[in-house]
């Protein structure tokens, strides 16, 4: 049934103080639906900055270092109730799906099932784990699966953002999902001729990757990239921006963080966008770049073989590495334009209008 406008709407998100894909939706619900937002941190200069002028509802403060950020978070979303407040409450967050249990009726838009529990549980503790601590890391991802799985189930309705996640939500938490694409402004996106560069937009956090866009760049000198990438303030996060740091060609280029309109003004001028990340939910950031007509170069996996089309709106690569982000570089830089029309076609199908339509027709009372 669909949203009766009447209705008040609570939507609940772990932490808006890094603003990155899923706290853009989060945004947009709160904009779009309307509906209040719920939080635990939030920073309200960068939300503004983000074109949003949204006021988030604080419910707690968190630590900034993993798992006490995580846990405290999940705490404080156990914890509370506003069922006398709210008709209808939306969970977009991962760890803040505790508040499932005491906020009802709700539904669950789901980016992915908490990734270092389920899917990169292994990666992680690999990559990010100190081998003296990975039996407390097991313990912890084992003490929080099962948590998890319990708050799950207070879950009533399930979305997602792709049928990358929904086969994870199927996998691992034995639950169906409905896929509804997450939204993107592409009226905002504009095409202009290309500077000369590659953009790549992502978290800089060790899944996604961004040592192979270095080696690339490394053997293409005559080439330029510029990264964008936010980061959380936390001691891991830290840790992935020094190494990447330590090991940037003079061709690359880092930047914390930008504004949206500048942001939209950087997609507007690359040659073509480059992003790593391993299985990704969906990629947000790749729509956005062919919403300004920039052909994409991404791993042929996770959410990125439902919006790339190989050949047609840029390049998939099967088993990335370095040396293969170099041939496709070289390839898509003979002809950046010839992908414009495809790419900005291919972008509209993620638009705003049709998730909220989406999102609207889902909610019922």
């Keep these: 049934m669909p949203q009766n406008q009447d209705n008040k709407i609570a939507v609940f998100h772990n932490y808006m103080d890094n603003i990155g894909g899923a706290e853009k939706v989060v945004l947009t619900l ?11 941190v ?5 939300i503004s900055k983000m074109g949003f002028r949204k006021k988030i509802n604080e419910i707690g403060w968190i630590p900034k270092n993993a798992p006490f950020r995580q846990q405290l978070s999940s705490y404080r979303f156990s914890k509370l109730n506003l069922t006398k407040k709210y008709d209808n409450f939306i969970i977009a967050g991962d760890w803040a799906v505790s508040g499932a249990m005491k906020n009802k009726p709700n539904l669950w838009y789901v980016h992915s ?12 503790r690999k990559t990010s784990v100190n081998p003296l601590l990975r039996p ?10 099962k948590l998890n799985k319990k708050h799950v189930a207070n879950v009533q309705k399930i979305l997602c953002n792709s049928k990358n996640t929904q086969k994870r939500v199927e996998k691992y938490l ?8 997450p939204p993107i402004d592409t009226e905002k996106f504009l095409y202009k001729q290309n500077k000369g560069y590659w953009l790549s937009v992502n978290r800089l956090i060790d899944h996604k990757r961004i040592e192979l866009q270095l080696d690339a760049f490394r053997k293409l000198p005559e080439e330029k990239l510029i990264i964008i990438g936010a980061y959380e303030k936390s001691a891991h996060f ?13 061709n690359v280029e880092i930047l914390n963080w930008v504004s949206e309109p500048m942001l939209r003004e950087i997609y507007s001028e690359c040659k073509g966008f480059i992003t790593t990340a391993k299985e990704e939910d969906f990629g947000m950031t790749a729509v956005e770049a062919m919403a300004s007509g920039k052909p994409v170069i991404a791993p042929s996996e996770g959410g990125y073989l439902e919006t790339v089309t190989d050949g047609i709106t840029g390049k998939l690569i099967d088993k990335i590495n ?23 076609k291919q972008a509209k199908k993620f638009d705003s209008s049709v998730f909220i339509k989406k999102i609207r027709d889902e909610i019922s009372f």
């Design 322 to 344: 370095g040396e293969k982000i170099e041939l496709a570089i070289k390839e898509i830089s003979k002809a950046p334009e010839s992908f414009k029309k495809e790419c900005i």
């Design 113 to 124: 099932p908490i990734r270092e529990l389920y899917d990169l549980n292994e990666y992680t």
């Design 136 to 145: 407390v890391f097991d313990f912890w991802a084992s003490y929080n699966r």
């Design 42 to 46: 939030s920073n309200s200069e960068m």
């Design 238 to 250: 830290q840790k992935y921006v020094k190494k990447i740091v330590e090991n940037q060609p003079n």
């Design 174 to 181: 034995n639950r169906k999902a409905t896929v509804v694409y």
């Design 30 to 40: 709160g904009e779009r639906l309307p509906a209040d937002i719920y939080s635990t």
